[in-house]
T-cell receptor, first 111, second 113 residues
Framework: GNSVTQMEGPVTLSEEAFLTINCTYT??????LFWYVQYPGEGLQLLLK?????DKGSNKGFEATYRKETTSFHLEKGSVQVSDSAVYFC??????????FGQGTRLTINP | DGGITQSPKYLFRKEGQNVTLSCEQN?????MYWYRQDPGQGLRLIYY???????QKGDIAEGYSVSREKKESFPLTVTSAQKNPTAFYLC????????????FGDGTRLSIL
């Protein structure tokens, strides 16, 4: 079945550091890929998405590129801020099937 | 502003009791969802509804029940049959009648006394 694997957390960085959170997936065909963010004590927010190979999703300085050849959708940001501290979830959906989430990666940014 | 309201934020249940979690949205979304979140795990789908008076089981529906009598409301009942109900419950909605929630509520944390 479909599955999503994220890099193990927690991840701790200093402000203005470069961020990469790895995400790989297993699916037949061409799923849509998503990144969600969960700030402390809140629900999830859709951060960005990509629906076909080589698409780049972007929002709030975050980017992720749909790489079919490596089945990956890594999240990147060039300069993180303390306010980016949150849990990040990678997810996929395929056709009419439900959303499948990774286990989440907790990110902490220190000033 | 439109959004999803879940209440209460914290809920305590005695063993053997049923408890209902509220979810209301004023986004005029057709589809609504309930997810369960456990520490260190991703979200798992409990139930979803694509239209009023219709709903489908997700991956972990056992011990839960839902209703969708109104477009804006999708309450979740955690029954006594759910053996491990302590978790964070998230309600979500989306504009399309598909599997991708676009808006989430702030969640209800359920604990067993």
């Amino acid at each position: 079945g479909n599955s999503v694997t994220q890099m193990e957390g927690p991840v701790t960085l200093s402000e203005e550091a470069f961020l990469t959170i790895n995400c790989t997936y297993t699916a037949t065909g061409y799923p849509s890929l998503f990144w969600y963010v969960q700030y402390p004590g809140e629900g999830l927010q859709l951060l960005l998405k990509a629906t076909k190979a080589d698409d780049k999703g972007s929002n709030k300085g975050f980017e992720a590129t749909y790489r079919k050849e490596t089945t990956s959708f890594h999240l990147e940001k060039g300069s993180v801020q303390v306010s980016d501290s949150a849990v990040y979830f990678c997810a996929l959906s395929q056709g009419a099937q439900k959303l499948v989430f990774g286990q989440g990666t907790r990110l902490t940014i220190n000033p | 502003d439109g959004g999803i309201t879940q209440s209460p934020k914290y809920l305590f249940r005695k063993e053997g009791q049923n408890v209902t979690l509220s979810c209301e949205q004023n986004l005029n979304h057709d589809a609504m969802y309930w997810y369960r979140q456990d520490p260190g795990q991703g979200l798992r789908l409990i139930y979803y509804s694509q239209i009023v008076n219709d709903f489908q089981k997700g991956d972990i529906a056992e011990g839960y029940s839902v209703s969708r009598e109104k477009k804006e409301s999708f309450p979740l009942t955690v029954t006594s049959a759910q053996k491990n109900p302590t978790a964070f419950y998230l309600c979500a909605s989306s504009t399309n009648r598909g599997p991708v929630p676009q808006h989430f509520g702030d969640g209800t944390r359920l604990s067993i006394l």
